[in-house]
């Protein structure tokens, strides 16, 4: 009997370390698009990614280089090179894993002579979403936009389409990767006017992440994330939470099986947190909050991430969450959304309207269900992400189409009625003028040039 156990445990203990083993397999996307645009150099980052130079990118746009010859160090050399485009281009990644895709784009100006940063305006369009809006003088300092996109067929197409003709698009770096499967799901609760109802068809909207906030705990790097994501502090955010305190977990995070896995969110997010404690038996009347900047006129998805560290045993933690100041989800059972099992990641995904206000609130505090001498509340991170509007823009309110037409009929518009003017009294002209020559012999004369460009850019 005793051998038996001994064997029970062994085999458990092989189990566990077999899981654990399989947990912290690193991430290997299928499509991997990784471009250091402008430069003839591959680029290695100090997350060990390499990146590729863009040689297939169109003939008529130019690379650039940093002229500064004093560069910042610590700058990655992805920055130092740019790619700048005059007229309507695209980049093309061929994709072999459909489904959501993660899109960034980097951006920094740099030193470089006969280039005015100021009339870099332009859009950038993601498989015919509208991505961006540049519309400022330049871009100061490092701009890293990233987008969640769904990919149905072989193809993901980024374009850069300059305001005009005196404008130019530009761009330092460009990531296309596969994302896991279960990182965007396609369902979420959709929280409007004091009741929470479902919300379908999240995978295939276009998604921008505007916010990703490691709750509690310092910033991560993509060297210490799977999916290479930066998670700022939550210092800039955190509005109010009196008697509120951090936890740090030095233990091993338990990620199971159809739940929050690595990619969904790294262990150095689930092992800090903010939490609130009841004290003197009574519980803590306190909510904390959390205001991030927001745009109206979009819907946002919310996710937010717990991880219960801090109970000292199952069934204790109990607490209300509020989006926008209204009850999303209430009496939130942690033990039981973690599958009974502490140290165990939980997320939710909520849905929202963004509103007049340029703001978004997220709080967590106490509910009926909350116990004294206990923790009454926890948030371990968040992340703010916009759905694209009805016109399949992330920013603006016009769609690609219009972007795409608008380039060279702002331009066509004026220009061919004033060279079909300047035909038609030509030939006039030439007729009046033979007419009183009277001579038979004719006179030939050539169309005046028309420099309009394709719509679709090279």
Not at 73 to 92: G, L
Not at 391 to 403: I, P
Request: a positive charge; glycine letters at 6%; one cysteine or more.
């Amino acid at each position: 009997m005793a051998l038996h156990s001994l064997n029970l445990t062994l085999f458990l203990s092989l189990l566990s370390l077999s899981t654990l083993s399989l947990s912290l397999t690193p991430f290997s996307p299928v499509d991997n698009h990784l471009l250091d645009c402008g430069s003839t150099v591959a680029s290695t980052l100090d997350d060990g990614r390499r990146f590729v130079p863009d040689s297939s990118a169109s003939p008529l746009s130019i690379p650039l280089r940093n002229q500064n010859p004093n560069p910042n160090p610590n700058s990655p050399q992805i920055y130092q090179t740019a790619r700048i485009f005059r007229r309507p281009s695209k980049y093309e990644f061929q994709i072999r894993d459909p489904g959501t895709h993660m899109v960034r784009l980097h951006f920094q100006s740099f030193n470089s002579c006969n280039l005015d940063w100021s009339t870099a305006r332009f859009h950038v369009l993601v498989n015919g979403f509208v991505a961006l809006k540049v519309n400022n003088s330049g871009v100061s300092g490092v701009m890293i936009k990233e987008y969640l996109i769904w990919v149905s067929n072989e193809k993901l197409v980024i374009r850069f389409i300059p305001f005009e003709k005196s404008c130019f698009a530009f761009v330092n770096a460009i990531e296309v990767v596969s994302a896991p499967k279960d990182l965007v799901a396609d369902t979420a609760m959709y929280v409007s006017d004091g009741k929470v109802s479902g919300f379908d068809g999240l995978a295939r909207q276009a998604i921008q992440v505007v916010h990703r906030v490691n709750v509690g705990g310092s910033k991560v790097t993509p060297f210490n994330d799977s999916l290479w994501r930066t998670w700022s502090t939550d210092e800039g955010f955190f509005h109010s939470g009196l008697g509120s305190e951090r936890v740090y977990f030095g233990g091993r995070i338990k990620y199971q099986a159809g739940r929050a896995s690595r990619e969904v969110g790294p262990d150095n997010v689930y092992n800090t947190a903010r939490l609130i404690r009841s004290r003197n038996n009574s519980v803590a009347n306190v909510n904390m909050t959390w205001v991030f900047p927001a745009v109206g006129g979009y819907k946002y998805l919310v996710r937010l991430h717990f991880c219960d560290i801090a109970s000292s045993s199952l069934g204790l933690l109990y607490f209300n969450v509020y989006v926008n100041g209204k009850l999303a989800y209430e009496d939130l059972d942690l033990s039981k959304a973690a599958n009974y099992m502490l140290a165990s990641p939980f997320y939710a995904d909520f849905v929202v309207d963004g509103d007049d206000s340029y703001s978004l609130s997220v709080s967590v505090g106490p509910s009926k269900a909350s116990m004294p001498y206990a923790v009454d509340g926890i948030l371990n991170g968040v992340e703010i992400m916009k759905l694209n509007n009805s016109v399949g823009s992330l920013d603006g309110e016009h769609c690609a189409e219009w972007v795409l037409r608008s380039w060279p009929r702002g331009h066509v518009s004026v220009l061919v009625p004033l060279v079909a003017a300047a035909c038609v009294l030509l030939s006039l002209s030439m007729v009046t003028r033979r007419r009183i020559m009277k001579k038979k012999e004719s006179v030939a004369w050539t169309k005046l040039p028309v420099d309009v460009s394709e719509v679709n850019a090279n």
